[in-house]
Every structure is written in structure tokens, then in C-alpha cells.
């Protein structure tokens, strides 16, 4: 059997999982990949400034170690635990999922993997907690998607439990933004009935500022957008224009603010000078 590097394998993993082929996966992982690496407290993978910060901002844990992206263990257990969640094996997910949480505990990967297992256990409390805590962290549509959708489900069977109707408008409100923020491609699963649908048919508008008056959330970190725009400009400052161009393209994707639109264009006409220099 070929030996290949932990590079290697995290790029065949990551590929793998991404074209969906499951069987292939499941075979490479359990030739290459080992479930029962011992996590050192302390060490840690960010796959960019804005991870790390957030990290910094909202864990405060020592950083005693920084892997390189090269060693990015984190993507590598979060994808061997959705392919272990794929074929339903929960406990071995379980301990990949917490691996790659460990390693990069912003990495929304890893949350949406635990909720998932958590859902299936109906564990809701530890279910609710990371799912308020992945809005922290996202900072693509999908996943902020992904979040509101998992709370939805989360108020939806409040409402089974308790048959309060508030918990339904809830989870119609949180399903209404997360096919807002969600592709076409990519819409919310939970159903509900027409009358319901009927019911709470709010503005996206209105529906953030009731969610807001709940105290909960209604779109994306404030703190997200506020770290993309100033390591942005200070990138653009520092003549890094393409590192600058990824982080106000974020929170352009999370705003649709002019502004930084504006900021966008005049980057993409320096790169553009650059080249034809």
C-alpha cells in the first residue's frame, strides 16, 4: 500500500467528500486516517486571519501550537465524520466530529456535524447550544443558512413538545430566513403546513427585527462583518489587494452594502492595472 503524506491525504479526503463518493471515501479513510489521534490541548488550525481572530475574540484559549493549513486536521475529521455519519455510524462520527472541533473549534463544519448527531439523539440542549454558537462563526450563506435552519428545527420541536404556537412562528420565521440566505439549490427540508405558512407571512424585515426583539439571532455577526472590513483595509494598506479582495468579499456576500461594493470595484480596478502593467 502506497504511504501517503498527511497533505496527501487531507486533499484526497477533502475531494472525495466534496464529488460525494461516499464508498470511495469510507475506504480511503479507513486506510489512511486515524480515529484514535490523541488531541494535545493547545494546539490549533485556522484556515485564515478572520478564524483565528474570532478564535481570539470569542474562546480566548492559549494558542501553544499553530498548524499550518497544510495540516488542516480540522477539515480532515470533519469530513471523515460526515462520511461516518453518511453510513450511520454515530459514535465513530462522534469522536471525529470532536476532533475536528478541537482543532478548530470556528470551523462551522464541525458544529453542524455534532448537531446533526445531536439531533439524532434528541440531546436538544447541547443541539441548541452550538447552534446559537455557529452564528459566531459563519461567514458564507450556506452556512449561515445552515444555522437558521438547524434552529427552525430546533423550535419546531419545542412546538411538538409543547404545542405553543409562539414556538411554531418561530420556527417559520427561522426557516423563512434560512431559505433567504440559503441558494435555490440548497432550500430548507422543513415542511410546514399552509395555514402556518399563511399565518406568520412577515416580511423578511419584520421577521428579523421580532427575532431581534426575542434576542435572538437575525442574520449575520455584526463581528464577522466588522473583522472582514477592517483586515480588509488594512491588507489594501499594506498592498496585499488579493488577501484584501477575499475579506470585503465576505462581507459584501453578508451585507449587499454599497459601500463595500464600492471598495470591491476600485481593488478589482488596482489587480486589474497590475496586470497589464
Known amino acids: 500500500m502506497e504511504i501517503k503524506s498527511i497533505p496527501e491525504i487531507i486533499k484526497e479526503m477533502d475531494y472525495l467528500v466534496k464529488e460525494e463518493k461516499y464508498d470511495e471515501a469510507y475506504r480511503f479513510a479507513k486506510e489512511n486516517i486515524n480515529l484514535n489521534k490523541e488531541y494535545v490541548?493547545?494546539?490549533?488550525?485556522?484556515?485564515?486571519?478572520?478564524?483565528?481572530?474570532?478564535?481570539?475574540?470569542?474562546?480566548?484559549?492559549?494558542?501553544?501550537?499553530?498548524?499550518?493549513?497544510?495540516?488542516?486536521?480540522?477539515?480532515?475529521?470533519?469530513?471523515?465524520?460526515?462520511?461516518?455519519?453518511?453510513?450511520?455510524?454515530?459514535?465513530?462520527?462522534?469522536?471525529?466530529?470532536?476532533?475536528?472541533?478541537?482543532?478548530?473549534?470556528?470551523?462551522?463544519?464541525?458544529?453542524?456535524?455534532?448537531?446533526?448527531?445531536?439531533?439524532?439523539?434528541?440531546?436538544?440542549?447541547?443541539?441548541?447550544?452550538?447552534?446559537?454558537?455557529s452564528f459566531k462563526y459563519d461567514y458564507y450563506l450556506e452556512?449561515?443558512?445552515?444555522?437558521?435552519?438547524?434552529?427552525?428545527?430546533?423550535?419546531?420541536?419545542?412546538?411538538?413538545?409543547?404545542?405553543?404556537?409562539?414556538?411554531?412562528?418561530?420556527?417559520?420565521?427561522?426557516?423563512?430566513?434560512?431559505?433567504?440566505?440559503?441558494?435555490?439549490?440548497?432550500?430548507?427540508?422543513?415542511?410546514?403546513?399552509?395555514?402556518?405558512?399563511?399565518?406568520?407571512?412577515?416580511?423578511?424585515?419584520?421577521?428579523?427585527?421580532y427575532l431581534k426583539s426575542k434576542g435572538l439571532p437575525y442574520g449575520p455577526s455584526i463581528e464577522v462583518i466588522t473583522i472582514c472590513k477592517n483586515l480588509g483595509f488594512q491588507l489594501d494598506e499594506d498592498k496585499k489587494v488579493v488577501p484584501a479582495l477575499f475579506y470585503f468579499n465576505i462581507a459584501y456576500d453578508l451585507t449587499k452594502d454599497p459601500a463595500i461594493k464600492d471598495v470591491i470595484d476600485d481593488l478589482d480596478a488596482k489587480v486589474e492595472r497590475k496586470l497589464n502593467e
Open 41 to 133: 490541548e493547545g494546539e490549533y488550525i485556522f484556515k485564515n486571519l478572520l478564524e483565528e481572530l474570532l478564535f481570539q475574540i470569542t474562546i480566548k484559549k492559549e494558542i501553544k501550537r499553530k498548524y499550518p493549513l497544510m495540516l488542516d486536521y480540522s477539515t480532515l475529521y470533519s469530513n471523515y465524520g460526515n462520511v461516518l455519519l453518511h453510513f450511520n455510524e454515530y459514535e465513530n462520527a462522534l469522536k471525529s466530529f470532536k476532533l475536528s472541533y478541537n482543532y478548530n473549534p470556528i470551523n462551522v463544519k464541525a458544529i453542524f456535524g455534532l448537531c446533526e448527531l445531536y439531533r439524532i439523539e434528541k440531546n436538544w440542549n447541547e443541539f441548541y447550544n452550538l447552534t446559537i454558537q
Open 143 to 209: 452556512d449561515l443558512s445552515k444555522s437558521f435552519e438547524n434552529l427552525s428545527i430546533y423550535y419546531l420541536n419545542e412546538y411538538h413538545a409543547s404545542n405553543d404556537d409562539e414556538n411554531l412562528k418561530l420556527s417559520v420565521y427561522l426557516s423563512r430566513l434560512a431559505n433567504y440566505y440559503g441558494s435555490n439549490e440548497n432550500r430548507t427540508a422543513i415542511e410546514f403546513d399552509d395555514d402556518a405558512l399563511s399565518k406568520y407571512d412577515q416580511s423578511i424585515e419584520e421577521i428579523k427585527d
